[in-house]
């Protein structure tokens, strides 16, 4: 089984679009890894920063450098009503899977693991819409009454240890599997992550100090008060690593997709990747704006496999003019090291350009104006 690299962030990993929800097993289309992800950090909730924003926790990502800390932090839902269901790592196939989050009317299954602050596993127990206007709990959440008055406390009971092993499945993962309301939450209309999420997880991932390599497990901007705000006196650093973090030995030193070298088995080149996946209309009950989807989306897809072929057959002359030069082991990772990087490029491009694609034809997934305050 292949998946597609950086779908979805990634991104996030990417990620899912407003449209009839694929079934649980469907979703964990993301990148696929053979190390273990770091467990979670120990960190502190910075307050929320105004009414109307929805905690989304912290994460651990994988990048051309390993995994790095995508921050927690307080976000601004796509319109009144829907609730985050985290993303997560699942063992699968012989690798680690990053199923992507998203926003939908229910929170859906997210591999039981405690994300904390309301996302204890199951559900979520940081808040509730009522009335057109979001509530929080403020036993799970820091939230100033004097500015927010939207607020109920509500006592959040861990029957269990706490566990911040970051994966379900595998060894020592968690091991929980999705309720039927859990499974059922996965078949509705999915929101993708905003803009603000998207810029927020590639501002991490061109952050040094969040990667796991360098801060053991520790990041030092573990979660913030507003996407992408990574300085300032609301940036909360990590009071701990949720427990020893050992980089996987000699990473780099073996061919992408070897276990022992702790290398992702995400594609090297185009002919690795799935064929381009045609996403269902809208049916905005507007015969003529369907069709019209439609019509752009088959181009798209033929545009895109041009570009995937194009760069298939670039790289295809690389490796022949390296096999004619009798070229070291050294040089030849380090071609397939730029193929992997050209490869996840495209993948990320074409994510982007489906996403806006999509976002055209969904106006009713543009984020509503804020409610004033009663």
């Not at 307080?74 to 012989?94: A, I, Q």
């Not at 979001?134 to 939230?143: L, P």
Request: with cysteine; glycine share 10%; hydrophobic share 30%.
């Amino acid at each position: 089984m292949r998946f597609i690299t950086w779908t979805g962030l990634a991104l996030l990993g990417l990620m899912l679009i407003l449209a009839p929800a694929p079934s649980h097993a469907q979703i964990a289309v993301g990148v696929s890894i053979r190390v273990a992800p770091p467990v979670l950090p120990v960190y502190v909730q910075p307050p929320c920063p105004e009414e109307g924003f929805i905690w989304t926790p912290g994460y651990w990502a994988w990048g051309p450098d390993g995994y790095y800390w995508v921050p927690g932090t307080w976000v601004r839902p796509p319109r009144v009503g829907v609730l985050w269901t985290p993303g997560y790592w699942g063992w699968g196939d012989g690798v680690y899977i990053w199923h992507a989050g998203y926003w939908g009317p229910h929170v859906g299954f997210y591999g039981g693991v405690n994300y904390g602050f309301g996302y204890g596993g199951s559900g979520y127990q940081g808040g509730r819409w009522q009335n057109g206007q979001f509530y929080y709990n403020r036993s799970a959440n820091n939230v100033n009454v004097t500015n927010i008055h939207n607020v109920y406390n509500t006592t959040v009971i861990n029957s269990t240890t706490i566990n911040r092993v970051s994966y379900n499945g595998g060894n020592g993962g968690v091991q929980a599997r999705p309720t039927p309301q859990q499974e059922a939450a996965a078949h509705q209309r999915h929101l993708q992550p905003v803009a603000v999420q998207r810029e927020h997880l590639q501002a991490a991932r061109s952050e040094p100090q969040l990667r796991a390599s360098a801060n053991h497990g520790r990041p030092p901007v573990a979660a913030t008060a507003k996407p992408a705000a990574f300085h300032g006196r609301e940036v909360m650093p990590a009071r701990e690593a949720g427990g020893p973090y050992n980089p996987p030995a000699n990473r780099g030193s073996r061919q992408p997709g070897s276990a022992a070298g702790g290398r992702p088995t995400t594609a090297v080149h185009p002919k690795e990747l799935p064929s381009s996946e045609r996403h269902a209309a809208p049916n905005t009950g507007n015969p003529k704006i369907d069709r019209k989807y439609e019509q752009q989306q088959s181009k798209l897809q033929q545009k895109q496999d041009q570009e995937r072929q194009k760069l298939q057959q670039r790289q295809d002359k690389e490796h022949q003019q390296l096999a004619k030069r009798n070229g070291d082991e050294a040089r030849k990772q380090q071609t397939e090291q730029r193929h992997q990087q050209q490869t996840q490029q495209l993948q990320e491009r074409h994510a982007q350009q489906q996403q806006r694609l999509q976002e055209r034809q969904r106006p009713e997934s543009r984020p509503e104006p804020p409610r004033p305050h009663k």
